[in-house]
C-alpha cells in the first residue's frame, strides 16, 4: 500500500512533502529496495505518452535511486543516522514525483532480498565445506 502511494499521482495531490517522506519511514529499511523494484512499474502521466519525456523521467528517478543509495551507504557504515531524512527523498519522494501517475502492474517483493538470502545460503555452505576439508587434510 505504501508503494503504491509513492507513485500514485491522486495521493500526491492531498500529500505535504513531509507526508510523502512519512511514506519512506514506515519501514526505511525496505522503502527504498521496494522503489527500486517497482518504480519501472508506474507510468508517469508528466511523460504524457512522450517516449522521449518518459526516458528522461525515468533516469531522474534511476539517478535519485543511486544518489540514495550512497546516502544509505554513508548510513550505515558511520551510523549517521540523522541523514535518513536525506536517504526519504533520494529514495522514495524524487523517485515517486518524477514517476507520478499510476503502477501498471502488481507491486513487486524486492527481489535483492532473495538473492541476498541465497548468497547468504551459498556462503554459509562454502564455509562449511573449506572447515570440513581443512579438518579431514
Not at 36 to 45: I, Q, S, V
Not at 54 to 69: C, K, N, P, Q, T
Not at 83 to 92: G, K, Q
Request: aromatic share 10%.
Amino acid at each position: 500500500d505504501v508503494c503504491k502511494k509513492v507513485f500514485n499521482q491522486e495521493d500526491h495531490k492531498t500529500m505535504s512533502l513531509y507526508d510523502k517522506s512519512d511514506l519512506f519511514f514506515h519501514d526505511y529499511n525496505l522503502a527504498g529496495l521496494f522503489v527500486h523494484e517497482n518504480y519501472l512499474l508506474a507510468k508517469p502521466t508528466a511523460a504524457n505518452g512522450d517516449k522521449r519525456k518518459l526516458m528522461e523521467l525515468v533516469s531522474m528517478a534511476a539517478d535519485s535511486i543511486s544518489e540514495g543509495d550512497l546516502v544509505e551507504k554513508r548510513i550505515r557504515s558511520n551510523m549517521n543516522w540523522e541523514l535518513l531524512p536525506t536517504a526519504a527523498v533520494f529514495c522514495s519522494v524524487l523517485p515517486g514525483e518524477y514517476m507520478s501517475g499510476f503502477l501498471t502492474g502488481r507491486i513487486q517483493f524486492p527481489s535483492w532480498l532473495g538473492k541476498n538470502s541465497k548468497r547468504s545460503k551459498v556462503d554459509r555452505i562454502l564455509q562449511e565445506l573449506q572447515m570440513h576439508t581443512r579438518l579431514s587434510a
